[in-house]
């Protein structure tokens, strides 16, 4: 305060003393403890609004940090190592005498051949792409949402979301051979423009020089070409057996479907809605698994119906109740059946992508069932999450 404004300062004073009378020392102990109180509370709120403040910018910053690693570790590529061999450059893939294995960070691996000829074309987060010039392999890769891997044999396509099989492409001979253990493929290339998809417990062979393709069960007698019998004669199984699952749907819409579904055999209604499957026409083969379980209930055909099913629905949406009714629907028909490792498995996981730690009973069941089979390691995962 400078001195011109000092004499004014003096005057105020003298006029508050004058209004009021000298406060006691009591009165002014009180009144400094009310103003010291009131200027506490001032400064715990600014206190705590500032922490409040910093706990935000805290929250943010850490969800921009997580969120910006999620992303981070979402897109990075999985990682890979191959033992029994080398991975060459431009991919180019080099195995020892005995064969080799790529290990993939997702517990997927591919063990090639010998002989093989062929190289990793690239590695997403996703999954991998390889080409094989000649030779086999087996492949076993994890299902996992999202999961995206090619395998392109000769001048045919495997796409796989989550399978285990051995492929073959002999070059030489044009051939390719594709035996399915678990899960589901698809296969495109000569002969099968519009795409083969293939189900667990099927081989496929396809000869492109003689125009052939073969679809039957592992383990089933390869049957001969039947070139020599007119095509009219045919029956529906044999035109399966060929590869003409067009044909098949054809003329069962030729003779009218409701009067096919309605009156042929079990055996000529399982043909159509495999037809169906390999075709991707999924009403009929949808329309074909109902009549098969309606008309011969409590039948082998009328069990695999109800698997079957399970992987249309499936297929049509990966997280669906309907497919997981199906698979209940199959394991309480057929506990000892042929797909019942399967139907568990594609259960497991249905209800995992729905809600993770709904599957966890389910896992330990499996892994009691089949602690060796094709969905051990996705049950292992599942049951991680249990662990303290």
């Known amino acids: 305060m400078n001195q ?5 300062s003096h005057e105020f004073a003298g006029l508050v003393r004058s209004a009021h009378q000298e406060m006691s020392t009591a009165q002014k102990l009180a009144g400094w403890h009310a103003l010291r109180r009131r200027t506490l509370g001032h400064e715990r709120r600014l206190r705590l609004r500032r922490l409040a403040a910093a706990a935000s910018l805290l929250v943010a910053l850490t969800l921009a940090a997580g969120i910006a690693i999620g992303r981070s570790l979402a897109s990075s590529p999985l990682k890979y190592s ?3 061999g080398e991975v060459g450059e431009g ?5 020892d005498a005995a064969g080799g294995v790529l290990h993939f960070s997702d517990g997927s691996e591919v063990r090639l051949g010998a002989a093989l000829h062929g190289r990793l074309v690239s590695v997403t987060h996703d999954g991998a792409r ?23 044999a000769g001048p045919y396509s495997v796409a796989v979301r989550g399978a285990h099989f051995e492929v073959a492409w002999r070059e030489r ?9 678990s899960g589901t493929v698809s296969v495109e290339g000569p002969l099968a423009t519009d795409g083969i998809t293939l189900y667990a417990g099927q081989v496929l062979t396809i000869r492109k020089p003689e125009g052939e393709i073969v ?21 529906w199984s044999e035109l399966l057996t060929e590869g003409r699952f067009s044909a098949v749907v054809a003329q069962a819409e030729a ?3 409701e009067d096919v579904l309605s009156r042929a055999s079990s055996a000529d209604l399982a043909a159509l809605a495999d037809a169906a499957r390999f075709s991707k026409n999924s009403a009929v083969a949808e329309s074909a698994l109902r009549a098969e379980r309606a008309r011969f209930p409590e039948s082998a055909g009328a069990y695999d119906a109800a698997f079957l099913l399970g992987q249309l629905y ?31 498995g594609h259960k497991m996981l249905v209800v995992e992508r729905r809600a993770r730690r709904a599957a966890i009973p389910i896992a330990r069941e499996y892994l009691e069932r089949f602690p060796d089979g094709a969905y051990e390691r996705n049950a292992q995962a599942i049951l991680a999450l249990s662990q303290p």
């Not at 390889?130 to 999202?146: F, I, K, M, T, Y």
């Not at 497919?323 to 568990?344: F, K, Q, R």
């Open 4 to 8: 011109a404004s000092r004499p004014r």
């Open 82 to 84: 191959i033992s029994a």
């Open 91 to 95: 991919g180019q893939l080099r195995v």
């Open 130 to 152: 390889l080409r094989l010039s000649d030779g086999e392999a087996e492949v076993s890769v994890v299902s996992r949402p999202n999961a995206n891997w090619e395998l392109a």
């Open 173 to 181: 001979e044009q051939t390719l051979r594709l035996s399915l253990r």
């Open 215 to 235: 679809v039957r069960d592992i383990g089933a007698p390869e049957r001969p070409l039947r070139a020599r019998a007119p095509r009219s004669e045919l029956s």
């Open 255 to 257: 003779r009218g479907l």
């Open 314 to 344: 499936e297929a049509k949406s990966p997280a669906s109740s309907e497919a997981e009714s199906w698979y209940e629907t199959y394991l309480s028909e057929a506990p000892a059946g042929a797909y019942a490792a399967e139907a568990l």
